[in-house]
């Protein structure tokens, strides 16, 4: 597999690189992050390889990688051949509440803003970046459509919002003739697996192409971290790190260690081949602040994860069912009594009629 290894973005005929490059490391206003000649070489190198689909946000440090990013297109052109995605809901302006959110005020300003930044008349692909409580999921679509037709947008997504949300916009969508959204981001990885309860499944039914962020958990996964290895000195705090280093996590890392060994590559090019393979999912985006770090994940494209390893990887990392999913594993042998339905088997029922004489 290549970056140049397009695929399609759900339900929609947009062809993106199979990794998205994203860009909340790019400035360091936010006090760590890669400055503009790193930023610069980064996409270089991304760019240069035969991606194309790269991700950004309004409010990612403070307005700085959208403004990196409108330069370099600005300097070295290439801007129609890439797919720019940027996101709104955060509020860059203290004491504005409408300079932030989902309402149609706040999307099209906001759009307006990034556009401005991003030195270019439209967006590939525009994100609700998080749940706005406060505002109708039909009132965003419908902005979001307008800005569509408008020709400022071309496909829409969403991001860390809830499933149920998630449908009942996308059906509003499809039953009024508004822009459907064809994406769907959240945080997946080995150590994250929780949105495989609802969210995954809502995007494969509903036709969205999901792009995980954080696919190694913000560095857990690295290769860095392990029961005997913390480079930052044992007993450090490491923001973002040192919550997460738990016994769950430790079997996790030690499951990766042997699969890397086994396939002679890294921690990381095994964690981020475990959520390429994985079912519905179109381009994990990388967030890198070096180029070294992209070479190191650009390899996992190389990667090929047996059966067996893909088992022991979901093994080690399995989440714990919730409500009702836990409950329904249980009533698959009142359906099906022993029969196997599109592939998946149940036991008999030990209260089923045994012969058709014992049926009402």
């Known amino acids: 597999m290549n970056l140049d290894a397009y695929r399609t973005l759900g339900r929609s005929g947009l062809r993106v690189s199979p990794l998205c490059l994203g860009t909340m490391t790019f400035g360091t206003e936010w006090g760590w992050g890669a400055d503009v000649a790193e930023s610069e070489a980064i996409l270089d190198r991304y760019l240069g390889a035969g991606g194309n689909f790269v991700d950004t946000a309004n409010i990612y440090t403070k307005g700085h990688s959208e403004a990196i990013l409108g330069d370099w297109f600005a300097k070295r052109g290439g801007r129609d051949r890439v797919v720019l995605a940027t996101k709104f809901c955060g509020n860059l302006f203290p004491g504005d509440p409408n300079a932030g959110g989902a309402g149609r005020k706040a999307v099209h300003q906001q759009l307006e803003q990034s556009l401005r930044r991003l030195r270019t008349d439209y967006v590939d692909l525009y994100w609700m970046h ?56 959240i945080e997946y990885s080995l150590a994250e697996r929780t949105v495989e309860h609802d969210l995954l499944p809502m995007a494969q039914a509903m036709g969205l192409g999901v792009t995980p962020w954080s696919p190694l958990k913000g560095g857990l996964l690295s290769g860095k971290y392990g029961r005997r290895r913390h480079p930052e000195g044992e007993g450090r705090h490491v923001p973002g790190v040192s919550k997460h280093l738990t016994e769950a996590n430790y079997a996790i890392i030690d499951a990766l260690e042997a699969v890397a060994a086994e396939a002679g590559t890294g921690v990381a090019q095994v964690a981020l081949a ?38 022991r990887l979901d093994a080690a990392s399995a989440p714990a069912p919730i409500f009702p999913h836990g409950f329904l594993m249980n009533t698959r042998h009142v359906q099906q009594s022993g029969a196997t339905v599109n592939g998946v088997a149940s036991d008999p029922w030990p209260l089923a009629p045994k012969s058709d004489d014992e049926r009402w």
């Not at 999921?137 to 400022?152: F, M, N, P, Q, S």
């Not at 496909?155 to 998630?166: C, E, H, L, R």
């Open 130 to 185: 998080f749940d706005d409580p406060h505002t109708p999921i039909d009132e965003t679509l419908r902005a979001l459509d307008d800005l569509v037709r408008d020709g400022k947008v071309r496909y829409i997504g969403v991001s860390d919002t809830p499933a149920w949300k998630v449908a009942a916009g996308q059906v509003e969508a499809r039953l009024r003739g508004w822009t459907p959204l064809v994406a769907l981001q």
């Open 274 to 311: 475990w959520v390429l393979a994985r079912p519905g999912i179109a381009s994990p985006i990388l967030g890198v602040r070096t180029q070294s770090q992209l070479e190191a994940n650009l390899q996992a494209m190389a990667v090929r994860l047996d059966v067996d390893q893909m088992a």
